[in-house]
Structures are given as C-alpha cells and as structure tokens.
C-alpha cells in the first residue's frame, strides 16, 4: 500500500554503533507534495523529530532502527527497514477526510460541547506526572524584506506537575534551560526590544498546557497565552468535517471571536480578532491539532500546535509562532519562532531548576560542533539557508555564534580593555565603520548623547558599529549605569578602558564626550567627529556607507 522510494544520498559517516543522521522527505502518495510537520518517531526510543515545510527530516539513530510516520490527514507509516546512508523518501496514503455535509452522525455534532469535553479531558489524556522534554528551537526576524537575526538552541523542559492542571503563564510549574545554543548577530531594527530568547513564549502555543485563568473584558492582541477556554462565551463554534490522525476519527472545529468595538475619540474602533481551527479526537477528546490566528488591523499572529501520542499520553511535539507588525510608515516586522520534540522522557530523567536565560546567560554556553553535527535538529528549508548566509556573509551560523559569542563576552570580562577593543575593530575591518564615544557615568552631557544614539542604531547599525568607550575607574559604578540606562541593547558595545589606557592617549583624550569615526578600513577617518545630535554626523555616515570617500 505504501511505496517507498529510495534515492542514493552520501550522509555523515560516523563510527560503528555510534549515532548517525538519517535524511528524508515526506510527501503525499497522490499528489507528491511535500508533507509539512510530519510526527517522525524512532520506535523503541523516546525520541523523535518533525518534518519542516518542504517535508524533510533529518534524525539521529544508531543501528537496527524502525520509524513510525505520522501526520493529521494521512494513514499512519512503519518502516521497519531503511537502508543506511541513503536519502528516505516516505510516501504517505490520504485518509478518508469528509466534509460536514457528507458526515452521517446519529446526532448533530455540537462543536461547542466538544470543544469544552476536550478541556475537560485535559487531565485523561495528557501526562499528569513529571516528565521530561528535549525541543529544538529556532528564532528568525525579519525587516521588510531584510532578514535580521536568526537563533537556534537545545532547550530542555522539566514540566514538575504534567498536566495536573493548565498554567496562566509558562515558568510556574516548568523548569528550563538551554544546554546548545548557535546565533547571528541581531541587525532588525526591533533588536533594543528583542527579548534574548523566546522560550516562555513558544511554549504558550500549548493550549492543554496554558491557558487564562479567568474571563477577559476583551481579547488581547498581545496576550501570549489562549483565553479560549475562559472567554468560550465569546466565540462562535462550528463543525467543520471529519479527518484522521494516528488511526483515529478527529473532528475539524472551527471558531471564531464575535466583532466587538470600543468608542474611541475617533469613532468607534474594532478590537483585535481571533479565529482558528482545533482537531479533536471523536473517541477521546484529545487535541491533537490547533490553528489559531489573531489580527487587529494589519498586524497578525498565526499559532500552529501539534500534539503526538507517547506511552498512551499526549506531549506536544512542534509549536510555531509567526507574527507580522505593519508600522506607521508603513515598515514591516515579521517574526518566526518554533520549538520541535526531540525526546520525551517519563523516567530516569535528571531533574533540574531554571528558568528561561538573559542575554548574557546564552553567552555563557559553550559552543559545541560536534553537537550541531550529530543530533537531531529541525531541517532548513532552502530559504532558511539563504537567511544563515545572508546574516553571515556566507560563514555558517555556528561561525556566526562564535564571531557573536566573542564579542559580546569582551564586553564584560576582565582582563585588558585596550587588547579586547582591538580585537574588535581587527574583527569588523572590511565590515563596518565603527563611531567611538569616550564617555564616564558622572558625565550628564554624555549620557544624553548616548540616548541619541539608540535612534541611530535604528537607522545605521546595519553598517555602523557604536562602541562605548567608557573612562570610569569603578567596574561596579559602570555596570550600574550601563544597567541603569540601558546600554546592553544589540547595537552598542562597550568596553571600560579606565583613564590610563593606550586607546585615551592616541587619541590624546582630553575631554568628554568625545566621538571618533573609523572607516571600514580600520583608518581614522575623524578624530573629532560630530556628536550624535549633530546632524553633519549623519552626512559623514551616508557618505562613507555610500564609499564616495574612497
């Protein structure tokens, strides 16, 4: 019934009995179109991966392995033999999927009480003891049509309480933490909003897991967490038709949030809206598929949640988030963020405590090659290569992390600041130009003129490094003030280099503030340039960016 097609495909070689990836497509039988999101499991294990948007996978096993294939739709797939290094193409069979006004029922189908009977069930059919998850994340933005940061991470979850009963907010009864992290450096113009890392906010795509715990007067456009169960009386329910999962029958049911308005002093004003789909079990009122959407005027957030089964219980295995911002002057920011399973563990896991990591917290991890090569992670669809060379200029996003990862922690280790600030104008020769400000924290005048510098960073830092040059003899007192005001924000890097230092006497530093410009050559191109608020100083940047100097 099912026809697997073998294409020959060199893969890493590794030693014997040790792990090695396995690679694949899952497509449609019919059709031979990609299937996206595919539950990929290795049988006899805990472990597993997913499909990305072009239907592939690529996935760590060791010898003598099986894999069961499953998707929301199809017929579910176990091939117990699949011949080592070669590229798997997996076609899987459509199930019978019916629209409502072919489905014969002994009664109507009343979307409303199905959708309530599965919360209810929450409890039954989800894991209520602790368990343990390992997910792959990744975390791309994008300006228009500008990509500006991508980010990936091992990140592990030990939910304390299973599903004993639905979170307001992530981090409650879940510990996290991030043992694999990769990264390019963050050229959005959103990057001084940029949370460092989203986990919280992923993991909140799980609806069995999170959920308000009360009535809301209205939607929230920004709420990270579903109010669906809570607010159930403002939305219309439907049903939609019949489909299958993993064997069993699944109801399609829509929803949608009813208009609401608010009287503002231009009239009356629609508030956000939300509509979505959940697939649900016929038998046992398990989730086992959300679609959900959001929108207020241009702006939009599409969650999709898929849910698998493990050891007669369900887990989340793929949660996505993409979001989409129209400013007022029409510039737009796109953002894209998803975590898949790779392991599921209910037993002789090892438990810890921790919470989602700050910025420097990530600086902190190791990074580890052999990791990036060996374990299963999502596949990147050829766009997502684009974006990795883009952001890179062609290096590898793991020799970006390494490139980001030194030049951030030479911010905040000890050490000499005059070797770490060379260091990073040797680094972005041929790259950027870089602006130096000597400043100290008792200096009002150039903590005024440093806030002027985050609008630049908007509009330059794509092609200007600003480097925060400060004299100040007390560590202590200039972490607070870069604490204090801010300035750990992507786009400026500081260095203290004290009142001694051989940077102060080249530039025979005298008084403060004071800027230099240095161009992408690594010369001195003004050695007393203008100040931030000096609107000479946009000139000079336009025209060494536009390379009319040379």
Same mark, same amino acid.
């Given at each position: 019934?099912?026809?697997?097609?073998?294409?020959?495909?060199?893969?890493?070689?590794?030693?014997?009995?040790?792990?090695?990836?396995?690679?694949?497509?899952?497509?449609?039988?019919?059709?031979?179109?990609?299937?996206?999101?595919?539950?990929?499991?290795?049988?006899?294990?805990?472990?597993?991966?997913?499909?990305?948007?072009?239907?592939?996978?690529?996935?760590?096993?060791?010898?003598?392995?099986?894999?069961?294939?499953?998707?929301?739709?199809?017929?579910?797939?176990?091939?117990?033999?699949?011949?080592?290094?070669?590229?798997?193409?997996?076609?899987?069979?459509?199930?019978?999927?019916?629209?409502?006004?072919?489905?014969?029922?002994?009664?109507?189908?009343?979307?409303?009480?199905?959708?309530?009977?599965?919360?209810?069930?929450?409890?039954?059919?989800?894991?209520?003891?602790?368990?343990?998850?390992?997910?792959?994340?990744?975390?791309?933005?994008?300006?228009?049509?500008?990509?500006?940061?991508?980010?990936?991470?091992?990140?592990?979850?030990?939910?304390?309480?299973?599903?004993?009963?639905?979170?307001?907010?992530?981090?409650?009864?879940?510990?996290?933490?991030?043992?694999?992290?990769?990264?390019?450096?963050?050229?959005?113009?959103?990057?001084?909003?940029?949370?460092?890392?989203?986990?919280?906010?992923?993991?909140?795509?799980?609806?069995?897991?999170?959920?308000?715990?009360?009535?809301?007067?209205?939607?929230?456009?920004?709420?990270?967490?579903?109010?669906?169960?809570?607010?159930?009386?403002?939305?219309?329910?439907?049903?939609?038709?019949?489909?299958?999962?993993?064997?069993?029958?699944?109801y399609e049911i829509g929803y949608n949030l009813r208009k609401d308005s608010v009287l503002t002093t231009q009239?009356?004003?629609?508030?956000?809206?939300?509509?979505?789909?959940?697939?649900?079990?016929?038998?046992?009122?398990?989730?086992?598929?959300?679609?959900?959407v959001k929108f207020w005027d241009q702006d939009t957030i599409k969650t999709t949640t898929y849910y698998t089964?493990?050891?007669?219980?369900?887990?989340?295995?793929?949660?996505?988030?993409?979001?989409?911002?129209?400013?007022?002057?029409?510039?737009?920011?796109?953002?894209?963020?998803?975590?898949?399973?790779?392991?599921?563990?209910?037993?002789?896991?090892?438990?810890?405590?921790?919470?989602?990591?700050?910025?420097?917290?990530?600086?902190?991890?190791?990074?580890?090659?052999?990791?990036?090569?060996?374990?299963?992670?999502?596949?990147?669809?050829?766009?997502?290569?684009?974006?990795?060379?883009?952001?890179?200029?062609?290096?590898?996003?793991?020799?970006?992390?390494?490139?980001?990862?030194?030049?951030?922690?030479?911010?905040?280790?000890?050490?000499?600041?005059?070797?770490?600030?060379?260091?990073?104008?040797?680094?972005?020769?041929?790259?950027?130009i870089i602006y130096l400000t000597f400043w100290n924290s008792d200096c009002l005048l150039c903590l005024q003129?440093?806030?002027?510098?985050?609008? +630049?960073?908007?509009?330059?830092?794509?092609?200007?490094? #600003?480097? &925060? !040059?400060?004299? %100040? =003899?007390? @560590?202590?007192?200039?972490?607070?003030?870069?604490?204090?005001?801010?300035?750990?924000?992507?786009?400026?890097?500081?260095?203290?280099?004290?009142?001694?230092?051989?940077?102060?006497?080249?530039?025979?530093?005298?008084?403060?503030?004071?800027?230099?410009?240095?161009?992408?050559?690594?010369?001195?191109?003004?050695?007393?340039?203008? +100040?931030?608020?000096?609107?000479?100083?946009?000139?000079? #940047?336009? &025209? !060494?960016?536009? %390379? =009319?100097? @040379?």
């Amino acid at each position: 019934m099912f026809k697997l097609i073998l294409s020959l495909c060199l893969l890493s070689s590794m030693a014997f009995s040790q792990a090695k990836l396995v690679e694949g497509k899952i497509i449609d039988k019919d059709t031979k179109q990609p299937i996206p999101f595919a539950s990929i499991g290795l049988l006899g294990t805990s472990k597993g991966t997913s499909s990305n948007l072009n239907g592939q996978f690529s996935l760590s096993v060791i010898d003598n392995f099986s894999i069961r294939v499953s998707c929301l739709g199809y017929r579910t797939l176990q091939l117990d033999s699949i011949p080592k290094d070669q590229f798997v193409i997996v076609e899987l069979e459509p199930s019978a999927t019916q629209l409502k006004e072919i489905v014969v029922f002994n009664k109507q189908v009343n979307a409303r009480k199905v959708v309530n009977k599965a919360f209810r069930s929450i409890s039954d059919n989800f894991n209520t003891d602790p368990f343990f998850q390992k997910f792959f994340y990744r975390h791309y933005c994008k300006d228009d049509s500008v990509y500006g940061r991508l980010i990936e991470a091992s990140v592990d979850v030990w939910k304390r309480k299973g599903y004993k009963s639905t979170q307001s907010v992530a981090g409650i009864t879940d510990e996290i933490r991030v043992t694999q992290l990769r990264r390019s450096f963050d050229m959005t113009k959103a990057s001084q909003g940029h949370t460092p890392i989203a986990i919280k906010n992923i993991l909140q795509a799980d609806i069995a897991g999170y959920q308000a715990n009360a009535p809301s007067d209205h939607i929230s456009f920004f709420a990270e967490v579903s109010s669906l169960k809570a607010d159930a009386g403002k939305y219309d329910f439907t049903y939609e038709g019949l489909t299958y999962y993993d064997g069993k029958e699944v109801y399609e049911i829509g929803y949608n949030l009813r208009k609401d308005s608010v009287l503002t002093t231009q009239g009356y004003e629609l508030r956000p809206g939300n509509k979505g789909s959940l697939f649900i079990s016929t038998k046992d009122y398990v989730f086992v598929k959300l679609v959900d959407v959001k929108f207020w005027d241009q702006d939009t957030i599409k969650t999709t949640t898929y849910y698998t089964p493990y050891k007669g219980n369900y887990y989340p295995y793929h949660l996505i988030r993409d979001g989409n911002s129209v400013a007022r002057n029409g510039s737009t920011h796109l953002f894209h963020v998803e975590m898949m399973a790779t392991e599921i563990l209910t037993e002789g896991f090892e438990t810890f405590y921790g919470d989602e990591p700050g910025k420097f917290d990530l600086l902190k991890i190791p990074h580890d090659s052999i990791y990036w090569s060996n374990n299963t992670i999502l596949k990147t669809t050829p766009l997502e290569d684009v974006i990795i060379s883009d952001l890179g200029g062609g290096e590898s996003l793991s020799e970006q992390f390494k490139r980001y990862q030194h030049q951030e922690l030479n911010q905040i280790e000890s050490g000499k600041a005059d070797d770490r600030f060379n260091w990073f104008k040797n680094e972005n020769k041929d790259k950027k130009i870089i602006y130096l400000t000597f400043w100290n924290s008792d200096c009002l005048l150039c903590l005024q003129q440093i806030e002027y510098q985050k609008k +630049l960073i908007k509009k330059y830092k794509e092609n200007v490094a #600003f480097v &925060l !040059l400060s004299i %100040d =003899k007390d @560590e202590a007192k200039w972490k607070r003030t870069i604490e204090k005001y801010n300035l750990k924000i992507d786009g400026f890097t500081n260095f203290r280099i004290g009142e001694q230092s051989t940077i102060s006497q080249m530039y025979n530093l005298t008084q403060i503030p004071r800027t230099v410009i240095i161009d992408k050559s690594g010369n001195d191109f003004k050695v007393n340039a203008g +100040l931030p608020n000096d609107v000479a100083l946009k000139k000079d #940047f336009d &025209l !060494l960016i536009s %390379d =009319k100097n @040379e």
